[in-house]
């Protein structure tokens, strides 16, 4: 079992900059990809961005150029850094993690944080 709390969201205007920390615990060994997703109301979950085993990092189209996603092993807390922030960037944030337990791949979700960016 993997647990997965965020913080750092809230209201921020246009332009401006937030920083969502996603700290994991439990059985945070092997995990496979951790990153973040995003949901506005009545929209499938989209996603933002992953860090992959082996360090590689994904983005979604939207976010490439404003946001980094980073983690710090040693306190196993994976960050998304999000600047130049645009209305079209509310929804609430979920940090995800992936990994193999024997010959299944499991994904635990966090409760989410809400990002509000007003114009």
């Known amino acids: 079992q993997v647990q997965l709390v965020e913080s750092g969201g809230g209201l921020v205007q246009a332009g401006g900059s937030l920083r969502l920390s996603c700290a994991a615990s439990g059985s945070t060994f092997n995990i496979n990809a951790i990153g973040w997703y995003r949901q506005v109301p009545g929209n499938q979950r989209e996603l933002v961005a992953v860090?992959?085993?082996?360090?590689?990092?994904n983005y979604a189209d939207s976010v490439k150029g404003r946001f980094t996603i980073s983690r710090d092993n040693a306190k196993n807390t994976v960050y998304l850094q999000m600047n130049s922030l645009k209305p079209e960037d509310t929804a609430v944030y979920y940090c995800y993690a992936e990994k193999y337990e024997g010959a299944f791949l499991r994904t635990y979700w966090g409760q989410g944080t809400q990002v509000t960016v007003s114009s």
């Open positions: 860090i992959l085993s082996g360090s590689t990092t």
